[in-house]
């Protein structure tokens, strides 16, 4: 029965690769190589804060028990005083800096000598990088290009698929892209300069930070983009009309809106269990910190204005690159 299984899985998967492509079809490989790649490093993305916090969690149990600690104030304290941890983070509050634990690793109170031990909430670190546009995007980005590559005769038909669904995703990545380039690379650097890191160090803190932020901001956003313009089958140029980019406009928009939304609600809810609100635990991008005051907002700016500014300069991107890319694909179009 089993050998009868697998041979017939066989014959339907061969089956199904004669009917979509040949061995020479650039876009089997293109596609497969895109799936394989972002999905590995998406996994990585979430592995590798996992396996850290578990060992932030036995250093955290180490130093208390080393330093004799009874409260996580006077492990905070101590921890500062005593050098570098990597379950430390930094974050701004009333003009001065301020420290605290990774928001993943909460404490308890163990046994009758009332001994303080930190232990690990995977789902709040799930939850945490679940909230980054960055994530949201390529995860977008990846169903797009799996179902492309299952169901390569769709494109340019219906649902995901289709022209619309293919800008609206490009544009949601090009987003990313620039955001990240433009303004948050810009900004991690210089936080990095002044803490006294050397440039490479500021530019290259590790190997897998530089696969995630290269593969998510930089190399996976131009490869999409570059496939839905060049590479993808379209709706027909009349059907790519004024009233159709109209569309994607207000559905790109809600979309976008729904997300800074569920982002500031989020942030609210970790800012009322104690969390600073300048901390990335709380918002994930500095531009949703809406409650900051001007003195611990980035360039001295209060977190709302910072707030308005990106909803213009978000929006303005989407209908201006929405546009650029429906150009673009009625200019191939013509040229067929």
Do not use: C
């Amino acid at each position: 029965m089993n050998k009868n299984y697998f041979s017939l899985k066989k014959q339907n998967t061969k089956k199904w690769f004669l009917d979509n492509y040949s061995l020479s079809d650039w876009k089997f490989w293109f596609k497969l190589s895109f799936v394989v790649i972002l999905l590995a490093v998406l996994i990585m993305s979430y592995l590798k804060p996992i396996i850290n916090s578990s060992i932030y969690v036995s250093q955290i149990n180490d130093f208390i028990k080393t330093n004799s600690i009874n409260s996580v104030l006077e492990l905070i304290e101590k921890a500062s005083q005593s050098g570098s941890h990597d379950w430390l983070v930094s974050s701004k509050e009333n003009g001065e800096i301020v420290w605290n634990v990774i928001g993943s690793i909460s404490f308890t109170i163990v046994g009758e000598n009332k001994t303080l031990h930190a232990n690990y909430q995977p789902f709040e670190d799930i939850w945490f990088r679940t909230s980054f546009f960055t994530l949201l995007s390529n995860m977008l980005v990846l169903v797009w290009m799996t179902t492309s590559l299952v169901k390569p005769k769709n494109e340019g038909q219906k649902g995901l698929l289709s022209t619309n669904g293919a800008i609206l995703t490009a544009t949601f990545i090009t987003i990313t892209f620039l955001i990240y380039q433009l303004s948050l690379r810009p900004t991690v650097i210089a936080t990095s300069l002044g803490k006294g890191e050397s440039l490479t160090q500021a530019i290259f803190p590790s190997a897998t930070s530089v696969i995630e932020n290269e593969v998510f901001h930089t190399f996976g956003p131009i490869a999409f983009v570059l496939y839905v313009i060049l590479g993808m089958q379209h709706d027909s140029k009349e059907n790519i009309s004024t009233k159709f980019l109209h569309k994607n406009w207000m559905q790109g928009i809600i979309i976008l809106i729904s997300y800074g939304i569920y982002a500031i609600i989020r942030g609210l809810i970790k800012e009322a269990g104690g969390t600073a609100p300048t901390s990335m635990y709380a918002y994930p991008y500095f531009f949703l910190q809406v409650t900051t005051p001007a003195k611990d907002g980035l360039l001295g700016i209060p977190g709302i204005v910072w707030f308005f500014i990106f909803v213009v300069v978000i929006a303005a991107i989407y209908i201006g690159f929405s546009s650029l890319y429906k150009y673009l694909i009625i200019k191939r179009i013509d040229k067929k």
